[in-house]
């Protein structure tokens, strides 16, 4: 069958599929397949290249496409699986976020989950990395993302602070070498995978609570969905030319990108390329937390003074946040 | 308890079982009693009665106890009985090897297991990812997508394997070029054709001729070699020299023709005065075109322009220059001519060619006039002669002007004469040289000059130190001329007595003459392009005219001074008038209180600027700039010297090659728009892997059978021995 499949589940534990072709003018558009399920549905995702998607509610439901009832079932615990994403490389394996504050990985050819890493708050979405197949990022509720290992869950790899609300979805762009995370705080936020901050904020008057992202594929623009009903399309980069460019055009761009990256330490330089509008809201809620986390610092500081030399350690920050890894 | 009897009992048991299923346990129980004491003997049974420590088959020991149950202990019952042999023998064994089962874990702790085994065969598989990860992300550039079809096109041997002879023409070359004897196959060094004819050559014949060829190629190469290495020498001695060479080859060839082939050699001559003519009538080499406009206008600094006019400069000369086969007549009519500038320029020539051989070899005539002519000149030159000089031309040698106006303004012979010594006097030998030469070149009518030198350059190292030395000097000529322009005239009158120029006075206007030296060398030779430079220095006398009075030193002494002073500290007075003693209007504080209340400067550190006589250096900070500075040393640098060095080096295209440039703006990261980036592929990733993973294999195997191989002959040599 040539036509793709759009797997959709919701709370009402039925799992719909739909042709992604429009359906003919004067007939209406009805589903290809209806699953009734047993419990209700949280998350779906689709395997990247086989006919088989991956459910979670209650428990991780690996199904295939042909058949009513699951392939497989995985369960740890008796927590609620918010959340599944299949690893675009290592197309096997999965990974999910559950109501138990952890992330949990599963290989999908074997019959038990493979480990799981429980944070200080639990986590909203996760997703992996398209060119580093170890790679994933996960968004908590904590207003960080955290990016992760899977060969060393115990520490993340960065913690990527900038929001000032629970982060509630995340997605990476096709060149792995960046991610948008869109938040409660009503604001999208684009983070280089090495850096702990954002490297751009977007945000409109109108734009509620970002429920959803994802970067397109070509890597130029980015798609949000927010709590008023509307998606809306971003540029990537949102100086930068749309269109073909005359050679001399682009030699020009390019020279010029060279000149900000060799003068970025400038102070003038880096003010003009630093600066960014944001709402009023975001921008004291950020000099509160920026406050609250200083204070907290000089309160640890004034004790480690102020007691006996070694009884207060230093805690690295980005091992404050995991609380145990689970074999 | 008897064994058999047990046995009888449970078969028959069995039996009843076997007919009736659905007996109570009740009339079991009863049965077995009355078959029991059918016997006569009671039955005795074995009942556990009370817990006890010690193991039995029916008792395994207090739960309570950690101790573990040994085999011996559950198997101690069978002692007495002959019927469990096998069973016992089988036992003991068991024990001997000693492998026993362990426990079945429970069910969490097995999951966790298997859960642990699955995670560290997937991290071990994921982490084949690592080199490839690695490379990305330290790739100078990343060209996504990642895998891109190859677009090369295919080469020219491609294209031959392909080929395919289909129409009647392609049809009829193939044929002749597979079916002649004379094309070249690849393999081989010699055609069919060639092999037949090596063939059919005797051995003899065929070496010398394989001699002979080598010979010619190698002599071909060599000639190749020295061309090649002869068109690289950038050195302008070796290609004045080889011109001078080919001239003088030209020449001799010219003469020889002149002996042997008079008819040929006048046709030669016509040929160079047809040249001439036209050249007289288009003045192509005259400077008139656009291009040489613009190079006399604006190339003045530039060298290769400079010396693209002078050649043409040169080429005119020689195009028009008149010859010995033009007669005497012509020049008489020349002279007669108004232009008194042809004259001069004739008489020089004449003089020239008196004084050294030129390059014109029929160009023999006019020594002896030369002497005369050249001495007439100046002396018949009235100012009016000189103003027309001027206009028309340039610089001439710039001492020869002032002597020539020295020779107007005194007008008496003598007087010029001494002026003349004195200017000899101070230049050497070398510079008289050098005068001579250049007057020579210039064709001008410098004349005192020449009469008084009749050295002659016979080496090039002399023409070098010509060119050389002659900026020198009329750098000090220039110098001396600007330095002090309002009192030019009067430093003329006192040339005879010493001259004296103050060196540091002259020191700030030098660099800027010096500057303008060489543009001013080489126009000197042409008439057009000297207006160009004569506005150009009419504008830098009036400026220097302008400015006579101002004595530039002076101020700047004052200045740096002042500055100086400026920069000092000063003595801090705390002094309050009134304070502890009388005071009002006219009481001044008193001379102790003053002194001790007084803060006094430290002594200044020693200024940068204190030992250079003409710089002034601030060594006060500009806050002006410091908003635009770094103050921090930025991340991934360890020290200044590294951030500065990488900030001082330029990326623009102004500063660096075409393709350095496209090499240091190249992004890290390239996207097409509307391209679809799919994530990082396995298979084509690992494909090359596998490949190579496959030769390793394959090699290893080549060698391990080779090593048996090698073994088993090694046995079987052994077994020969043996």
């Not at chain 2, 028959?12 to 029991?36: F, M, P």
């Not at chain 2, 071990?124 to 190859?150: G, H, M, T, Y």
């Not at chain 2, 770094?630 to 990326?651: D, E, G, Y």
Request: hydrophobic share 30%; proline share 4%.
């Amino acid at each position: 069958m040539l036509c793709l499949i759009i797997s959709q589940c919701g709370e009402d534990k039925i799992i719909k599929q739909w042709n992604s072709k429009a359906p003919l003018l004067d007939k209406k558009e009805e589903p290809m397949n209806t699953i009734l399920g047993k419990h209700i549905y949280h998350g779906i995702d689709h395997h990247w290249k086989k006919d088989i998607f991956a459910t979670c509610g209650e428990c991780l439901d690996v199904w295939d496409e042909e058949r009513m009832e699951p392939v497989r079932s995985f369960t740890w615990g008796v927590d609620t699986v918010g959340s599944v994403r299949f690893n675009p490389i290592e197309t096997h394996i999965l990974a999910a976020t559950a109501s138990d504050r952890s992330i949990m990985l599963y290989d999908m050819r074997g019959s038990a989950p493979l480990r799981k890493v429980i944070l200080k708050m639990s986590s909203n979405r996760v997703c992996w990395n398209p060119m580093e197949a170890f790679i994933f990022t996960a968004a908590n509720e904590d207003y960080n993302l955290y990016t992760f290992d899977i060969r060393k869950l115990n520490l993340p790899l960065n913690i990527h602070m900038d929001h000032i609300s629970a982060v509630l979805d995340i997605d990476y762009s096709a060149t792995g070498k960046e991610f948008v995370s869109g938040s409660y705080d009503k604001t999208i936020r684009i983070f280089p995978v090495d850096k702990g901050h954002s490297r751009e904020v977007y945000h409109t008057k109108r734009m509620q609570r970002v429920q959803c992202v994802r970067w397109s594929s070509d890597n130029k623009y980015l798609l949000s969905g927010s709590d008023e009903t509307n998606i809306r399309l971003w540029k990537a980069n949102a100086s930068e030319k749309l269109g073909a460019l005359k050679p001399r055009e682009k030699e020009a761009f390019q020279y010029n990108e060279k000149l900000k990256e060799k003068f970025q330490f400038h102070p003038q330089v880096k003010r003009i390329s630093r600066h960014r509008h944001v709402p009023k809201l975001i921008y004291s809620q950020q000099r509160e937390l920026r406050i609250m986390r200083q204070s907290e610092k000089r309160k640890e500081a004034n004790r480690r003074a102020h007691s006996k030399p070694g009884s207060v350690p230093f805690v690295p920050e980005r091992s404050k946040h995991v609380v145990s890894e689970e074999k | 308890m008897d064994p058999s009897s047990e046995e009888k009992n449970t078969n028959k048991a069995s039996d009843h079982e076997s007919d009736e299923d659905e007996v109570s346990d009740r009339k079991h129980s009863s049965l077995i009693n009355t078959i029991g004491s059918l016997d006569g003997r009671k039955r005795k049974v074995n009942e556990r009665s009370e817990p006890s420590a010690q193991v039995s088959e029916f008792h395994v020991g207090g739960s309570t106890e950690s101790r573990k149950i040994k085999l011996h202990e559950l198997v101690g019952t069978f002692k007495n009985t002959a019927r469990h042999s096998a069973l016992k023998k089988q036992l003991n064994s068991v024990r001997k090897s000693g492998k026993i089962l362990s426990t079945p874990l429970s069910k969490p702790e097995q999951e966790r297991v298997q859960r642990s085994i699955a995670y560290d065969i997937t991290s071990k598989e994921i982490s084949k990812w690592e080199p490839i990860v690695q490379q990305n992300r330290k790739a100078e550039q990343l060209k996504f997508p990642l895998n891109q079809p190859d677009l090369k096109l295919p080469t020219s041997d491609q294209i031959i394997q392909r080929f395919q002879p289909r129409t009647p023409l392609e049809l009829e070359v193939a044929k002749l070029l597979h079916g002649s004897q004379h094309v070249f196959t690849k393999d081989k060094p010699l055609s069919k054709a060639e092999e037949k004819a090596l063939k059919a050559m005797s051995l003899e014949e065929a070496t010398r001729r394989r001699a002979e060829l080598q010979k010619f190629r190698a002599l071909l190469s060599y000639k190749e070699a020295k061309q090649r290495r002869q068109n690289k020498i950038k050195s302008k001695t070796y290609h004045r020299i080889l011109r001078k060479e080919k001239l003088k080859n030209t020449k001799r060839d010219l003469l020889e023709m002149e002996g042997k082939d008079p008819e040929a050699f006048a046709e030669k001559l016509n040929q160079v005065e047809k040249e001439r003519v036209e050249e007289r009538i288009s003045l192509k080499h005259k400077g008139g075109s656009q291009k040489m406009k613009k190079v006399m206008a604006f190339g003045k600094y530039n060298d290769q322009a400079r010396q693209s006019l002078q050649d043409m400069l040169t080429k005119n000369k020689e195009l028009t220059e008149k010859r010995k086969a033009e007669s005497s007549a012509s020049e008489e009519e020349d002279e007669d001519d108004d232009d008194k500038t042809m004259d001069v320029s004739m008489a020089t020539s004449g003089q020239s060619l008196g004084g050294k051989q030129t390059y014109n070899p029929w160009m023999t005539h006019g020594a002896p006039k030369s002497a005369d002519s050249a001495k007439l000149v100046p002396l018949n030159n009235s100012d009016e002669d000189l103003a027309n000089d001027n206009t028309r031309g340039c610089y001439r040698k710039p001492e020869a002007v002032q002597n020539c106006e020295v020779a107007s303004d005194s007008s008496d012979g003598e007087d010029r004469e001494d002026s003349h010594t004195v200017i000899i006097k101070k230049s050497d030998s070398r510079q008289k040289r050098l005068q001579l030469d250049r007057n020579e070149e210039q064709e001008d009518s410098e004349e005192e000059i020449i009469s008084q030198s009749l050295e002659r350059k016979k080496t090039y190292e002399e023409f070098e130190d010509f060119e050389t030395i002659d900026t020198d000097s009329i750098a000090k000529v220039k110098v001396r001329k600007v330095g002090k322009p309002s009192k030019m005239v009067e430093e003329n009158d006192k040339r005879n007595k010493d001259v004296y120029i103050d060196p540091k006075k002259v020191l700030t206007v030098e660099a800027e003459i010096i500057a303008s030296q060489n543009s001013q060398l080489v126009t000197e030779d042409n008439d057009d392009v000297d207006n160009v430079n004569d506005a150009d220095r009419e504008q830098r006398m009036t400026i220097a005219q302008a400015f006579a009075e101002d004595d530039v030193i002076e101020e700047f002494t004052q200045e740096k001074k002042s500055i100086r002073e400026k920069d000092k500290l000063k003595d801090i007075d705390l002094t309050l008038p009134g304070w502890g003693e009388w005071g009002g209007v006219g009481i001044q504080p008193s001379k102790k209180k003053r002194k001790r209340f007084m803060i006094k400067a430290p002594p200044p550190l020693p200024r940068k600027d204190k030992l250079l006589g003409n710089v002034i250096i601030s060594e006060t900070k500009d806050n002006s700039i410091a908003k635009h500075q770094v103050n921090q040393l930025p991340f991934p640098f360890t020290n200044v010297k590294q951030f500065q060095s990488s900030i001082r080096a330029p990326i623009g295209k102004t500063w660096n090659t075409e393709m350095s440039f496209r090499e240091l703006v190249k992004p890290k990261v390239t996207t097409q728009l509307g391209k679809i980036i799919s994530p990082i592929d396995k298979n084509s990733m690992f494909k090359k892997q596998k490949v190579t993973g496959k030769a390793f294999i394959e090699s290893k195997r080549t060698e391990r059978d080779s090593h048996n191989k090698k073994k088993a002959s090694d046995h079987q040599k052994g077994k020969r021995k043996v």
